[in-house]
């Protein structure tokens, strides 16, 4: 429910227009939309500050554009859609209304679609994506344009992996200044507690499935990660780039009203 139709709902409580038996569940009824396959939650982005974000994978097409569909009549400027192979992404950009359909852009290496055009950076600060190497691109962009879907200035660096120490430390003034930097790296996953040691703000860990067979899937990064002697680092799952993304943009508005 919007914040004008609730507060308007509490209004009428206050003065006895309507009792609170029926507001509840006016309320409850305004906080998502049944579409039968999927319940989008309508209330997020009053309740948390972001949105629903869409899984693409799993979800058909039509499923997808319903939802869509129904985040967008109701209000929402920005939908994001993780997981969307290229094939699919056009038969959704195929199935939704014309003006959402000019408003969607295919990201094909991070598989990330977006309705409606980037915000305006609104954060404290930047975000900072510091991949290890090319092969963990299209983790890290998932990341970048994750956080910078939810309003945060995002400055990338890549191919700033440990076995060429120096080309990070020649951006050491610029994950420094970082609200929040997320280290992407696969292989044996080292980079994000070079990070750590190097810079005063959270670090958050993506490890990649990137790497040979020893890495078993990105769990040798996972680990390694998790057992970090670097203060002041987190970790997200396995080529969990969003996840990592939504983290340190909420870091970048911390303190904002």
Do not use: W
């Not at 945060?152 to 951006?171: C, K, T």
């Not at 810079?199 to 078993?216: E, L, N, W």
């Not at 969003?242 to 870091?251: E, H, S, V």
Request: overall charge negative.
């Amino acid at each position: 429910m919007e914040d004008r139709a609730l507060r308007a709902l509490l209004e009428d409580v206050a003065r006895g227009a309507v009792s609170t038996e029926d507001a509840r569940a006016q309320i409850a009824r305004g906080s998502f939309e049944d579409l039968g396959y999927a319940k989008p939650d309508l209330d997020r982005g009053r309740r948390q500050g972001v949105s629903e974000v869409i899984y693409g994978a799993g979800k058909t097409a039509e499923q997808i554009a319903g939802i869509v569909a129904s985040l967008r009549r109701n209000g929402e400027k920005h939908v994001v859609i993780t997981r969307l192979d290229a094939q699919k992404a056009e038969e959704v950009r195929g199935m939704l209304a014309s003006e959402d359909a000019e408003a969607f852009a295919y990201h094909e290496l991070p598989q990330v679609g977006v309705v409606g055009d980037v915000p305006e950076p609104d954060g404290v600060g930047y975000v900072a994506i510091a991949a290890a190497g090319t092969s963990d691109l299209y983790c890290a962009e998932e990341a970048a344009l994750t956080a910078e879907m939810l309003g945060s200035r995002v400055i990338r660096l890549y191919d700033v992996g440990v076995a060429g120490i120096h080309r990070l430390l020649a951006h050491v003034d610029e994950v420094r200044g970082a609200s929040a930097v997320v280290a992407v790296a696969g292989m044996e996953g080292a980079l994000a507690s070079v990070v750590g040691g190097l810079v005063p703000c959270p670090v958050i860990a993506c490890p990649t499935s990137v790497g040979y067979g020893a890495s078993f899937g990105g769990i040798a990064a996972l680990l390694a990660m998790l057992n970090s002697c670097a203060s002041g680092v987190s970790v997200v799952n396995i080529d969990n780039g969003f996840g990592a993304g939504y983290q340190a943009a909420l870091i970048d508005h911390v303190g904002r009203s």
